[in-house]
């Protein structure tokens, strides 16, 4: 059963920084391509960044470029979100999730950006 | 940045047949965009039903499928259950840009 638990939300304040991170378990995870997708109070979902199988290639939604790193470690099939500069906007549940036949999701963490 | 659209809201009878779209601005939606589709009930994290146009997980019951349809992709609920009612999503990739969803698609099974 594949199984994905993230950590690190919280409150911060405006200009602060977090690192969220995804520890995976029963998935293949070297092969799979990784995500961080986010979900703002009451609305829909935002797919964030992806990283592909050993790191080589990034991509950012445009709102969090050069704010954001995605990162990854295969050899402890996790993978991790470095969020610097946050602002209110950033204040969502934050999802890893996999794609293709590892597209199975984490149960979120709150970060709450607030002065 | 691509606009992917679905339907806002869509009720089916429970024991019906429903299907959801997902568009793109960009063009017609093939393979080569690796469609998925996603369920969402409230309060709980999104579960994959589909992925790469009409790939089951283990997990998708066998009246959800996916396909291509008129441009778009496509998820087909057939013999809607109660338990089916939620708010769904598509997303869609871009070779070399990243990923979009689309707005969702708020499903009452009534």
Known sequence: E??????????VQPGG?????????GLKFSTCWMNWIRQAP???????????????QEYYVDSVKGRFTISRDNAESSFYLEMNNL???????YYCAGSGYCSS?????LVTVSS | QAVVTQEPSLTVSPGGTVTLTCG????AVTSGHHPYWFQQKPGQA???LIYDTNNKHSWTPARFSGSLLGGKAALTLSGAQPEDEAEYYCLVSY???GVVFGGGTKLTVL
């Not at chain 1, 920084?17 to 378990?25: D, I, K």
């Not at chain 1, 999701?105 to 963490?109: A, R, V, Y």
């Not at chain 2, 793109?24 to 063009?27: I, Q, V």
Request: aromatic letters at 6%; charged letters at 15%.
């Open chain 1, 87 to 93: 602002r209110v906007e950033d204040t969502a549940v």
């Open chain 2, 46 to 48: 999104p579960k994959t």
């Open chain 2, 24 to 27: 793109s601005s960009t063009g």
């Open chain 1, 42 to 56: 009451g609305k829909g979902l935002e797919w964030v960044t992806n990283i592909n199988y050993d790191g080589s």
């Open chain 1, 105 to 109: 999701w984490g149960q979120g963490t």
């Open chain 2, 95 to 97: 070779s070399g840009v």
């Open chain 1, 2 to 11: 594949m199984q994905l638990v993230e950590s690190g939300g919280g409150l």
């Open chain 1, 17 to 25: 920084s977090l690192r969220l991170s995804c520890a995976t378990s």
